[in-house]
Each structure stands twice: as structure tokens, then as C-alpha cells.
């Protein structure tokens, strides 16, 4: 089975530009949730959802938006970019929201806003 | 306080010998904690997940939890090259509240 898949790979944005992240995750996977990591941090949560609704967000400004498909896909949107938006977005998939619950994170969406 | 503190690296073993990782969190209620593995580069690979105080062995890795001192620790038994990577503590309260990450390079 294939594991989770996001795109773009790469993605090079201005300042001001907003840009959308996608990812699916592993078959059967309900819930889909959303990390930014910082080059020498350890990733930080954004949103998680699970069978469509938003179950949590974390400590990140309006202008990251994020959203699940029927399909259990998700977009992550991030709007008016900064420069400090640059970073590696991580997507992880896992059966469904809880604590004792493995997540497996996709390739990766590295973001560099110039 | 940071929820999820590891020690700081970078940390050096030669080929064969023990690799022991530390990192502590600041929640007590805290239930599940796993351990994740990042090549340089790449996204965070899952090794292992322990809920239960004492140890929990998986080939050559080795997770020990004491709920008490709120302390979580993973060996690397026979550390080889291809260890060499970063290792990243996270609770997991439904969302992942990871640590800075300790990275750890094997001495051939």
C-alpha cells in the first residue's frame, strides 16, 4: 500500500503570495494532521482533522487554513506569506484522532518564501 | 517550561556501542510518548511507541518509561552508521508535541 503522499515536493513563493499544500494519506486513514518544521526544531502541530472536522489547531496565526475532502485528502492554506513561513510542511495520516495513536508523516512540502 | 525537552546533542558513539537518548515532558497526565527518526533531509520515520511504565524492546532499539519522573528514554543497542540520523521525542495527547531532537552520529 502506498504510504502518504503530498505535493507539491518543492515550492518557492514571495512574500504576500498565499500557497496550498496537499496530501493523501494512507488508505483507510481518517484523520490527517498538519506540521511545520523549522530547520533545528522538532515540528510543530498546526491542525488536526479527522472524518472532516477540524479536531484541533495549534498555535498558528488566521492565516493558515486548512480543510478535509471526502476522499480523507487535505489542503493546507497559508495566505499573506512571510518570510518566517518558510520551513518543511509535514503531513501525517493515522486511523483516527487519538493519543495511542501511531502517525506516519508523508515526504514533506519544503517551502521557501523569498 | 518546553512540554517535551530532550538532552541537547549532538551525541557521538562509535560503531557497536549503546546510544542512549533522554527526554522529559512536563505533563503529567501524559499517556502515550514515541519516538521518531529524521535522516537529514527527510521527514520523521515512527521507531517506536511505549504507554506502559519499564521497557519496551524492538530489534535493537529499546524504550523505557518512568511516568513517575516524567522521563523517556530510547537505546540503540549495536549502533551502526546507518543510525546516524536524528531522534525525536514526541507526547501524544491526539496531537504530536514533539522535542528539539538529539542527533546522534555513529563513529565507523
Known amino acids: 500500500d502506498a504510504g502518504v503522499t503530498q505535493s507539491p515536493t518543492h515550492l518557492i513563493k514571495t512574500r504576500g503570495q498565499q500557497v496550498t499544500l496537499r496530501c493523501s494519506p494512507i488508505s483507510g486513514h481518517k484523520s490527517v494532521s498538519w506540521y511545520q518544521q523549522v530547520l533545528g526544531q522538532g515540528p510543530q502541530f498546526i491542525f488536526q482533522?479527522?472524518?472532516?472536522?477540524?479536531?484541533g489547531r495549534g498555535n498558528f496565526p488566521d492565516r493558515f487554513s486548512a480543510r478535509q475532502f471526502p476522499n480523507y485528502s487535505s489542503e493546507l492554506n497559508v495566505n499573506a506569506l512571510l518570510l518566517g513561513d518558510s520551513a518543511l510542511y509535514l503531513c501525517a495520516s493515522s486511523l483516527i484522532s487519538g493519543g495511542a495513536v501511531e502517525q506516519f508523516f508523508g515526504p514533506g512540502t519544503r517551502l521557501t518564501v523569498l | 517550561q518546553k512540554e517535551v525537552e530532550q538532552n541537547s546533542g549532538p551525541l557521538s558513539v562509535p560503531e557497536g556501542a549503546i546510544a542512549s537518548l533522554n527526554c522529559t515532558y512536563s505533563?503529567?497526565?501524559?499517556?502515550?510518548f514515541f519516538w521518531y527518526r529524521q535522516y537529514s533531509g527527510k521527514s520523521p520515520e515512527l521507531i517506536m511507541f511505549i504507554y506502559s511504565n519499564g521497557d519496551k524492546e524492538d530489534g535493537r532499539f529499546t524504550a523505557q518509561l518512568n511516568k513517575a519522573s516524567q522521563y523517556v528514554s530510547l537505546l540503540i543497542r549495536d549502533s551502526q552508521p546507518s543510525d546516524s540520523a536524528t531522534y525525536l521525542c514526541?507526547?501524544?495527547?491526539?496531537?504530536?508535541?514533539f522535542g528539539a531532537g538529539t542527533t546522534v552520529t555513529v563513529r565507523a
Open positions: 505533563d503529567r497526565g501524559s499517556q502515550s
Open positions: 514526541a507526547v501524544n495527547d491526539y496531537k504530536l508535541s
Open positions: 482533522y479527522y472524518e472532516k472536522e477540524e479536531r
